[in-house]
């Protein structure tokens, strides 16, 4: 089919607008607002809508592309060369609608069915392929990979024209054979899960999946599995029905038994209830009026018992009270004593701390004090006497005397005394003095000193200082002055031990005078003598204890006695409550004894009134329950299944068997799709749509300047290609995956057109590709128009000019 012209009168927004086009490549470019994809609407339903829709159908199809505001019809004429004519076609939807087909010099034609049969002949192809592979809408070319993936196999089959002379008139190529048999499995299985035997998702009969009337023909195998569960179901429900419906009538059996069981038990009660009732109540009275009689007898006794017990009571507790004032006074008596106890150790440490301090003064007495200044002086006068002897202690003499004869002389050394000492011929005496050495013999008389320091004024200060400190210790009245610090040593200790024994002794007096304790020791001789306090003390709270319980007795009896005048008044009178009680229970004991017995088993009426009311409440709870089985079962009969158990188990082996024969029938597609595969796969014929993969890489490397080098099908769909890296088609960038979709729908409509004229018609397909891959798509589709016919529209006026300059042809503008 090749395109003439095409007019729209009208259609959308144009109200009458014709275009005129030639082989090869058409290029029509304009704004958006020209109408481009208005145009290629308008050929398609010239082509693949029939004019006779029903009004719904012709609403949502066409309803668009009626004029605005009012339009009410769309009109479409198209001529075209087919099958060796010139052909006019005219449509009209809406008002007026009509259908025209007329070859030229022939005869029209003008049935809506017999028109788009004959226009479906002269398409030759497929709906499904001129949709995917030879129209290309706007926006479309980028989704082409996706929609031959899913819709495919809708195309028209591409085996017989890749296998050209060797194909066989009528022959299925396998894969479309397998194809069919996959389609009849899917029929058989859908939704059904073949690992688990059941339906999907595991939608059972209580989510089960939704199969309308129009699916009758598929899901079959999920479709009778649930024709027999659902009979499975309906018999179980009939199977509870009629067991419910057995289960009320043996309960109701039970229940009437149960009611006969007590019937007579309950008929005697009925009769004997009103006597043994006042029974009973007489039992009752009767042993009330014994209990009275018996507490009355007792207060008889008990009254006149607790007076005496009241005024022994109150006669006790009075002497107690008389004894204990007396024994008050003692234990006064006997703390005193006590008192005075304590008063005479007081007084007793008081005259040891006098003493004892008296005794302190007399020792300080003894030890007179050092005047501290004298001793004082004392320390200078040593300190400095010894600084004096170091003096001349550091100027030493050494001496050596010898005499040729035997003689005595008188030796001083320093300050020492002088010594006498004896020389002989062979005697050798050697000596050191301290700064000056003396010696007498005879007349003679030698002093020797150092020369280093005036040694004699050191003399006379060592003896000054001497003498001072001899006429200190005498005033101090010591030899020495250690014997001074001893004094003085001694002298403040003393003094301090005074001090304290003062301090006791004012404790001792607890901030009284000496004469106020001599007083008192005076007051304590005229005291009484007494028992011992702790004596005193338990004998006390014996009595206190004796009084208490005396009291709490008689208070206990004085307020029985007060009761029993509240309630009796006197003894006289109680004996008269005495005698009304005898007579009373008398009368009750007569009464009782014309009533009827209790019944055998029972050891109280009140034991037997209670059987008697439990077994009539288990009765009335047997009718009860008697009469909701018999409503239930009476529902239970207003709800009797149409059909019987039986009847539905017949069925159920119906449903069963057609089950399993779904399930032959599917086993036995599954066991052909299996003997298929290994037939193709022994055949050895290689890739059957090697052809067609072969056409796309080549269209599609030369789209892509050579980047990509080979293609892999998923049946006619491209799934992966190959270059430097290999990727699935998911991951090409938008404007590869347009040159893809390119190659393929130019692969695709050169093997569907090669025995026939047609056209490929694209609205804006270059809107994701840059300026390389549109030069190259340019070429491409220049290339392709070459032996077919192009239509292609745009509103880039660059796009426009690049498929011009390609394809050398005239520019069809808006």
Known sequence: MKLLSIRLHPFGASMDRPFALHPGLNVVEGPNEFGKSTLVHALWHALQTPTKLTPARLRDTMGRWYPQPAGDHARVTLRFEADGAVWTLEKTWGAGSASRLQADGS?????????????????RLNTATWQQVLFTRQAQLAGTVEQLAKHGGTLDDVHALLQGAAAIPGDIAAEKLMDRIEDRIKIFYHRWDRSNQGPSEGRGLDRPWALGEKDRDNHLVLRAWYDQERLRRTLQEVIAHERALDAVNDKMHELAALQSVDADFIRQGKDLRQGLSQREGLEERVTRLTNEEKDLMAIVT????????IAANDGGHKRLGENLTRLEAELAAARQHVAAETLRQGYQRLMAAKASWEEAKQKLATKPAVDPQDLKDLKNLEQQIGELRIQIDAQKLLAELECSSECSITVQRGTEAPETI??????????????????????LRLSVQSGMEDVEALFTKLAAAQGRQVDGLDKLGHGTLAAAEAAAKAHDELAREVKTKEGLYNAALQGRTAEQWTADMQAQASLPQTRALPVLEQEKNEALAEQARLKAEADTERRK??????????????????????????????????????????STVADYLQQLEARERAQESVKAELDQAMQERARLEATTPERTAEDLRTELELKEREFQRRLAEGEALLRIRRKLEAVIAARGEGDPLQGLTDAIATRFNALTEGRYTGVKLDGTAPAQVSGPTSLPTGLL???????????TRLALAELYLKDDDGFLLLDDPFTDMDPARRTAAAGALAAFAQERQVLLLTCHPGHARELVEAGGVALTEG
């Open 302 to 309: 008990a009254w006149p018992r607790a007076d005496q017990v």
């Open 422 to 443: 004896v020389l002989g011929p062979a005697t050798l005496w050697k000596g050191e003095a301290a700064g000056k050495f003396t010696v007498e013999a005879g007349d």
């Open 733 to 743: 960038s938008q404007g590869t995956l347009g040159s893809l979709a390119l190659a």
């Open 107 to 123: 005869a029209a034609m003008a049935d809506p069915a017999t028109v788009q049969a004959k226009l479906h002949e002269l398409l």
């Open 561 to 602: 006695v007060e009761q029993w005048k509240k309630e009796h008044g006197d003894v006289a009178s109680l004996m008269e409550k005495v005698i009304d009680r005898k007579g009373q229970l008398q009368q009750a004991t007569k009464d009782l004894a014309a009533l009827p017995a209790l019944p055998a088993g029972f």
